[in-house]
């Protein structure tokens, strides 16, 4: 484990034969409570939206839940020494707020909390350094029948479950993140309806996501008076948005969606304001009445590092009529103010998930987050691929996986190279789980789950990752 006294040095690099990275480079993997641990009913945790939407018929493909997922409240041990094999230096996790503050209000749930000990013990007598995750998408019901995050209490709550937590395991835990990628959150959950709670109205989206980066301000502010040697940040999912051709209406195409996918959540956390523009685009959606005075000085509580998922680009264009409208995250109702914009489809190799695969998105999106808001450390908090996986005589030989983390590695070098202050990255994901609307269909794991009977099989790729940390680097090519 890094010597908690002493941060990962940033932004050096040992030039050579090999890639090497900055020494202290935090490498690890991640997941999330609702996708791995399974349990839902025990330990006195209560339903979250997540339950609720995969419990109600039509939502989620196959009708999969998270009932059991992983089973990982039950197999902590197995997974943390799985962990200390591949030698990760460090596990990203979220809490289940349903566990921990059943209900979202009221005591803490010690069965919940003793839940997150266990592991956070786990972890540390094996040298692996937590990570936390206040807040994975998985909002107690209760809280949802009081108006979601569309309502503004939610994030006065989301701040008390958040000392809570802090209390409980801030002693032993590190590092800190409140939300993981609030534009899912916001516009899956409340523009398009593909995740929980499944609700589609473009005004609540937009309040939805105002208020998830309030509550973000009010937890780091809790997280601060309970915990002053924290390390706190937040989590974003940010895309290069590209132009399909430099026509002013594309331009103005890329233009209008990096303002929701990216400035909508930047700018606020790490600049105090909304973008002028994007709050134009929005006139006919949303006045923003919901913006309260000392709202964005709140959002804008400053941080300790920045945490970056990537996975692809948007390429755009303008509107064309009779266009067909694209699915999921391409859905026009997850772009109000913007629903005729056109994502434009370039023919390079993809994923299962069909996201197009482009490792210098990641150059570019760091170098931005860099040069255009902060200087603070950044991490990739999530980078992966799913792809369909076979079991051949015991092992899963997942090489396009493989050259998925291998190519963006390469990118994470470079943008080191290139002055971005990378701290660390954390391969998404560490384990097949529950890809939310996808249910099991999509395997994003370097260990390989076979649901059926919860055995484990590290995946080629986790080997090779296993070697990567051992040797803090790639071998040029
Ligand atoms: O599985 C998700 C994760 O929960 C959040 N980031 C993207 C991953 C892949 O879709």
New binding site residues.
């Given amino acids: 484990m890094s010597n908690p006294a002493s941060p990962p040095a940033v932004g050096v690099l040992d030039q050579g034969p090999e890639l090497i990275f900055p020494p202290g480079f935090l490498w690890g993997a991640a997941t999330?409570a609702y996708?791995i641990e399974g349990a839902a009913a025990e330990g006195g945790r209560t339903p979250s939206i997540w339950d609720t939407f995969s419990h109600t018929e039509g939502r989620v493909l196959h009708g999969h839940t998270g009932d059991v997922a992983c089973d990982h409240y039950h197999r902590l041990g197995e997974d943390v020494a799985l962990m200390a094999e591949l030698g990760l230096k460090s596990y990203r996790f979220s809490v289940s707020w349903s566990r921990v503050q059943p209900g979202g209000t009221g005591p803490a749930n010690v069965a919940g909390l003793d839940f997150y000990r266990r592991l956070v013990d786990e972890l540390l007598s094996h040298g692996i350094e937590p990570w936390l995750t206040l807040y994975?998408?998985d909002l107690p019901q209760p809280l949802e029948d009081a108006g979601g995050w569309p309502a503004r209490d939610t994030a006065a709550r989301f701040a008390d479950y958040t000392a809570l937590v802090a209390d409980a395991l801030g002693d032993r835990v590190r590092y800190w993140t409140t939300l993981?990628?609030p534009w899912?959150s916001a516009f899956l959950g409340y523009g398009s309806g593909v995740h929980a709670p499944g609700r589609t109205d473009g005004a609540d989206a937009v309040r939805a996501g105002h208020h998830l980066m309030l509550g973000h301000g009010l937890a780091v502010q809790a997280l601060r008076a309970a915990r002053p040697q924290a390390q706190v940040g937040v989590t974003v999912?940010l895309y290069p948005v590209t132009p399909a051709s430099d026509a002013p209406a594309d331009v103005d195409a890329a233009r209008r969606i990096d303002g929701l996918a990216n400035r909508f959540f930047l700018d606020p956390l790490l600049r105090g304001a909304y973008p002028a523009d994007l709050m134009a685009d929005l006139r006919d959606v949303t006045d923003f009445g919901h913006v309260r005075d000392g709202d964005l000085a709140t959002i804008a509580s400053p941080l300790d590092l920045v945490g970056v998922?990537y996975?692809s680009r948007h390429v755009v264009a303008a509107p064309v009529a009779g266009a067909e409208p694209e699915p999921y995250w391409r859905a026009p109702s997850c772009w109000p103010g913007s629903e005729d914009v056109r994502f434009v489809t370039r023919g390079v190799p993809v994923t299962d998930?069909n996201w197009e695969i482009d490792a210098p998105g990641l150059v570019e999106t760091l170098r931005r987050v860099h040069e255009e808001y902060t200087d603070l450390p950044l991490y990739v908090t999530?980078n992966g691929s799913a792809f369909v996986d076979e079991v051949v005589d015991g092992r899963v030989d997942d090489v396009d996986r493989l050259a998925y983390f291998d190519a963006h590695l390469r990118a994470a070098h470079e943008a080191i190279g290139a002055g971005v202050p990378l701290a660390g990255y954390f391969a998404?994901?560490l384990m097949d789980n529950f890809?939310?609307a996808w249910g099991y269909t999509k395997r994003?794991g370097m260990i390989y789950v076979d649901y059926d009977s919860q055995t484990r099989i590290p995946k080629s790729s986790a080997r090779w990752y296993a070697e990567v940390i051992r040797r803090n680097g790639l071998a040029a090519h």
């Fill in positions: 999330a996708q994975h998408w993981n990628e899912c999912n998922n996975y998930m999530e998404w994901s890809e939310w994003f």
